[in-house]
């Protein structure tokens, strides 16, 4: 009495089967619009659909970023532009989605991708990007297994390598003096990013990224006479920005557990299979925030000395009225007004149209995300 259920479970099956991992169906939907259908992957559904959403993106422009291959800063920009895979979405449908053995989950969606949307962030980037250069990023991760401190860290290894094949600048440890080692480490143990934020500004670096990790020995087990050692990792990742400090990301990352007949061997595998999880977070956020700063999105702090309560008041009305501001958050100390800005222009344009709009304003200088200025009477 089972036999058509198990028909429909074999049929379920071949079907899943017969689909190719990274497998697209491509067909023309429109001017400059094509639908393809595409296998994405995460360690939750989430994750696997915008995996799921990138590689639709990849597949369907592919004739166009593959003519692009050639260029300078070809990985930095593909990685960039697909970054904001949902964005050149028109729609798209989950045709199925299943957890896998090791906890991973899969989908399959069939999505409409605009070419012309890829095509057109794709230039805006490449202009950016001449204009600012490749962003430098130092990477400190404070390792424990046990309670004793690790010299090379897994985590913080397989970021720096993850970060450079998207084709960032990264501060390498060789390049750190020993008096800034142990400055970075002291700094991440009192979780102090202005410490690191000191150490990335001197080394040119536009972003910091800090954290800890740590494996635990968890019950040793005895299989068949052999002695299984087991280890338990964590980690937390933050990301900031040099010039501000502001914190992008704060990345949790979920337990892990690694199991091997010697115990280093045990403790690496866990901090490795912690490393995997959070290598590619990390670098999600960081080419979501850059492309946020090619395209001049985000916050700009802006910094005026000089000002009575009276004429900060007047600042904030004036601030509001300028079209690119699109909103105001400042505080009052000491004769300065310290200003957050949410613009959709990058600093250089913003401070143009500030000085446009506000006349008693004397900008004094700009940097990436920071506009410095006077209050002239």
């Given at each position: 009495m089972h036999k058509p259920l198990l028909i429909a479970s074999a049929l379920i099956a071949s079907a899943v089967l017969v689909l190719p991992a990274g497998g697209a169906d491509i067909t023309k939907v429109g001017e400059n619009l094509v639908e393809v259908s595409v296998n994405g992957s995460g360690m939750n559904k989430d994750d696997a659909l915008r995996d799921a959403m990138r590689n639709a993106v990849e597949k369907g422009a592919?004739?166009?970023?593959?003519s692009q291959s050639q260029t300078r800063d070809f990985v930095l920009i593909k990685d960039t532009v697909l970054a904001r895979s949902a964005g050149f979405i028109q729609s798209h449908e989950v045709i199925w989605g299943k957890y896998m053995d090791d906890g991973t989950c899969s989908v399959r969606i069939k999505?409409?991708?605009s070419i012309k949307g890829v095509e057109d962030t794709w230039g805006v980037v490449t202009t950016f990007l001449k204009q600012m250069g490749r962003p430098k990023i130092m990477v400190f991760i404070r390792e424990k297994i046990d309670r004793g401190l690790v010299e090379d860290s897994t985590v913080q290894t397989r970021i720096e390598n993850l970060l450079l094949k998207s084709g960032f600048l990264l501060v390498r440890k060789e390049q750190l003096k020993e008096i800034d080692k142990k400055d970075a480490a002291a700094a991440v143990?009192?979780?102090?990013?202005?410490?690191?934020?000191?150490?990335?500004?001197?080394?040119?670096?536009?972003?910091f990224i800090s954290g800890v990790a740590n494996a635990t020995a968890g019950v040793k087990k005895d299989i068949r006479g052999?002695?299984?050692y087991t280890y338990q990792s964590e980690a937390n990742v933050r990301c900031y920005r040099s010039d501000t400090a502001q914190l992008l990301s704060s990345i949790p990352g979920s337990s892990t557990r690694g199991a091997d007949r010697v115990w280093r061997s045990a403790a690496n595998r866990s901090l490795d299979a912690q490393a995997k999880r959070i290598a590619p977070a990390v670098r999600a956020d960081i080419l979501q925030f850059w492309q946020d700063v090619l395209s001049g999105r985000g916050e700009i702090q802006l910094h005026v000395e000089g000002v009575t309560f009276k004429q900060y008041t007047a600042l904030k009305k004036a601030l509001k009225q300028i079209k690119q501001v699109k909103d105001v958050t400042a505080r009052f100390a000491n004769n300065v007004a310290e200003c957050s800005l949410q613009a959709d222009v990058n600093a250089e344009i913003l401070a143009e149209k500030l000085v446009e709009g506000i006349s008693n304003l004397q900008i004094t200088d700009v940097?990436?995300?920071?506009?410095?200025?006077?209050?002239?009477?």
């Open positions: 592919g004739t166009f970023i593959y999505a409409v991708v143990a009192e979780d102090n990013p202005a410490k690191l934020q000191a150490i990335a500004k001197r080394f040119g670096a536009q972003l052999v002695i299984i940097s990436q995300n920071v506009i410095k200025a006077k209050y002239n009477e």
